[in-house]
T-cell receptor, first 116, second 117 residues
Framework: AQTVTQSQPEMSVQEAETVTLSCTYD???????LFWYKQPPSRQMILVIR??????QNATENRFSVNFQKAAKSFSLKISDSQLGDTAMYFC?????????????FGAGTILRVKS | GAVVSQHPSWVICKSGTSVKIECRSL??????MFWYRQFPKQSLMLMAT?????????EQGVEKDKFLINHASLTLSTLTVTSAHPEDSSFYIC?????????????FGNGTRLTVT
């Protein structure tokens, strides 16, 4: 079974600075998908970024980018120019395609606080 | 964009009663929906996979007779917590994926906070 590990329970960053959230996973699969979801205090789950394992290029979405190291099974999220609205719990998630239901396996989450 | 509506957003019920939570995909059809449970400051724990027109698939340790799931149409899945007890108090979240896009990200409902007194 796949596992996802987020080793940082809580982090804080000053507004406008850069922060990196770590995520590692364990799988024997070669083809899979990785996601970062954000859950603000409203508790709505919001997709931040998505990476397909067969793509070597790191995904980028505006201020959010990932460092995907397939051999190391690492998938970190970098948030540049942090904003107060980035304060949320961030979840790394793994999905194996074509597995029944294509369900997501979530990490434990990292609480990020952006300070002014 | 794809919208998933979950209702109610919060509910308080007495111990021993049953509570039904609805999850609707508003602008797309979803063959599969997922139900998660989340405790404060913890991760989402998958409870079951809801399949339109067939029985749900429950994760290990989740009581199927306790958490009844019905997926009667391509846009609606319901979770019924039967004979609720205080330990069932939690945040329940549903998610869905547009039919025919099996590798696309999930879209989540806003969640339901259940409090059993």
């Amino acid at each position: 079974a796949q596992t996802v590990t987020q080793s940082q329970p809580e982090m804080s960053v000053q507004e406008a600075e850069t922060v990196t959230l770590s995520c590692t996973y364990d799988t024997s699969e070669s083809n899979y998908y990785l996601f970062w979801y954000k859950q603000p205090p409203s508790r709505q789950m919001i997709l931040v970024i998505r990476q397909e394992a067969y793509k070597q290029q790191n995904a980028t979405e505006n201020r959010f980018s990932v460092n995907f190291q397939k051999a190391a099974k690492s998938f970190s999220l970098k948030i540049s120019d942090s904003q107060l609205g980035d304060t949320a719990m961030y979840f790394c998630a793994f999905m194996k395609p074509m597995e029944y239901g294509n369900k997501l396996v979530f990490g434990a989450g990292t609480i990020l606080r952006v300070k002014s | 964009g794809a919208v998933v509506s979950q209702h109610p957003s919060w509910v308080i019920c007495k111990s021993g009663t049953s509570v039904k939570i609805e999850c609707r995909s508003l602008d797309f059809q979803a063959t599969t929906m997922f139900w998660y449970r989340q405790f404060p400051k913890q991760s989402l724990m998958l409870m079951a996979t809801s399949n339109e027109g067939s029985k749900a698939t429950y994760e290990q340790g989740v009581e199927k007779d306790k958490f009844l799931i019905n997926h009667a149409s391509l846009t609606l899945s319901t979770l019924t917590v039967t004979s609720a007890h205080p330990e069932d108090s939690s945040f329940y979240i549903c998610s869905a994926r547009r039919q025919g896009t099996e590798n696309s990200p999930l879209h989540f409902g806003n969640g339901t906070r259940l409090t059993v007194t």
